[in-house]
């Protein structure tokens, strides 16, 4: 096993280009590592132990990503916060908890119950809690040991100017950010805002060449046009994940970015982000897996076992198999090379008297009338009927007749897709910034 003080702090030495973007202007690696010396000290002279659970609210920039690093040196477990957050620490109090706007390190006086992150903590290795989006429910909380996930970067690899769209307290912003400053060339770039102004602006402004993101994010930017008024030359690669691509929509990006590489990934929070293999540039297909990580296939549902699974949910049962498996509740299709297809998740399944349908497949073929934009498919309840679906459609009009668009729709479904897939209801939008949830993925509770 590493000892992560030696290889970020090595990695983060050897760059020769600037390491971080952030407040409109790079940061080069001794202003970095100045930076991170700083927290050091402060972390230290507060006699913080390791072990210590810190938390702290910022998106990224500068002096958020050093005191991240920082705290990963000094073998603490760091709980990162968005705005408005804070009343996550209701669910798991922390031992310190650090103003970034003021850099003050305040004291908590709690006492550590949970036997799960004890046992952890007399480890003294650097950890991470993130907590799930808790769509349905209270969030669960994941402790994450941070020395496997930044194992997976020992190889070295190819980096890339990278703009960090998903944020602090996703798994997969944490990895995006320790990619970018761990990789040779690499280097992180923080954004204001992630509205696809500001995003255009600022791959023309920091160059940026690669953009990780959702297939939602990447349709609003579309429908947007900001791409337009920018020069994005710089961006060299596209990564999409955290939910399932619309044909139509992959089709429509490679249509308008012709010179720009799309790369599907996949994880969970529960085991992070698996290297993935496309089938070809305008396929959905995709080999999963890389170093560290087993994959099978159970009733077409996705199985995987992982060296960084987490260590474990601190306020839920654990969702792994005495063997380390766990189901991930994607339902896919295989061919024969072994490629896999991402259906949906079994959770989001609507079934339509006895007829199982997935929402993306309807999406998909709404989303190729010229008069949508966005679409999100629902699934309701009734009392007698059972479920049934409905689609919330954001049109590219200003002026329509809501009634005139819903027999529309309806006629172009019967013609494109079973009669069953149809859905019940129609609601008519303009605004398909409705459909987006805070990690740019569209909602699927209304």
């Known amino acids: 096993m590493i000892l992560n ?172 950010l320790l990619a970018s400053l761990i990789y040779k060339d ?35 930017l579309l429908i947007s046009k900001w791409y337009l008024k920018y020069k994005l030359d710089s961006l060299k690669l596209i990564s999409y994940g955290a939910e399932k691509m619309p044909e139509e929509l992959l089709k429509k990006l490679k249509k308008q970015f012709k010179n720009i590489k799309f790369k599907q990934t996949y994880g969970l929070s529960e085991f992070g982000v698996m290297r993935t293999k496309t089938k070809d540039d305008n396929s959905l297909s995709m080999k999963i897996g890389g170093e560290g990580f087993k994959t099978k296939i159970i009733n077409n549902t996705l199985y995987v076992k992982s060296v960084s699974n987490m260590v474990g949910y601190l306020n839920a049962k654990q969702p792994f198999d005495r063997y380390g498996w766990i189901n991930t509740g994607d339902k896919v299709s295989v061919d024969k090379k072994g490629y896999i297809t991402i259906l949906g998740r079994d959770s989001e ?49 200003s002026k329509y007749d809501k009634e005139e668009i819903s027999n529309n729709l309806r006629k172009f479904c019967l013609k494109n897709m079973t009669k069953y897939k149809v859905p019940s209801k129609f609601i008519i939008l303009n605004k398909e910034e409705n459909f987006i949830n805070d990690r740019l993925k569209k909602k699927r509770i209304n």
């Open 186 to 220: 690499g280097a992180a770039i923080c954004l204001s805002n992630r509205n696809p102004q500001t995003v255009c602006k600022t791959i023309t402004k920091a160059k940026a060449q690669l953009l990780p993101t959702t297939p939602t994010f990447l349709n609003i």
């Open 5 to 176: 003080s030696d290889f970020l702090i090595k990695a983060i030495s050897k760059k020769n280009n600037n390491v971080i973007w952030s407040n409109n202007k790079f940061y080069n690696n001794k202003e970095f590592l100045n930076k991170i010396n700083f927290w050091r000290n402060k972390i230290r002279s507060a006699k913080i132990k390791s072990g210590s659970l810190i938390a702290f609210e910022s998106e990224f920039n500068f002096n958020s990503i050093s005191f991240f690093i920082s705290s990963i040196i000094e073998k603490l477990i760091v709980i990162p916060l968005t705005k408005n957050q804070k009343d996550l620490l209701d669910l798991l109090p922390c031992n310190y908890y650090v103003n970034l706007k003021t850099n003050i390190i305040i004291k908590k006086n709690v006492k550590i119950k949970n036997k799960i992150l004890r046992k952890f903590q007399f480890k003294k290795r650097p950890g991470l809690i993130i907590f799930s989006s808790g769509s349905s429910g209270t969030p669960k909380i994941i402790l994450h040991d941070l020395l496997l996930i930044i194992k997976k970067f020992e190889t070295p690899r190819p980096g890339f100017k990278t703009l960090l769209m998903l944020k602090f307290d996703h798994l997969g912003g944490i990895n995006t």
């Open 349 to 397: 399944i609507i079934n339509i008297g006895g007829e199982k349908v997935f929402p993306q497949e309807i999406e998909n073929v709404l989303l190729k009338n010229k008069n949508v934009n966005e679409v999100r498919i629902l699934k309701k309840r009734h009392n007698l009927l059972g479920e049934y679906i409905v689609a919330e459609v954001a049109v590219n009009k």
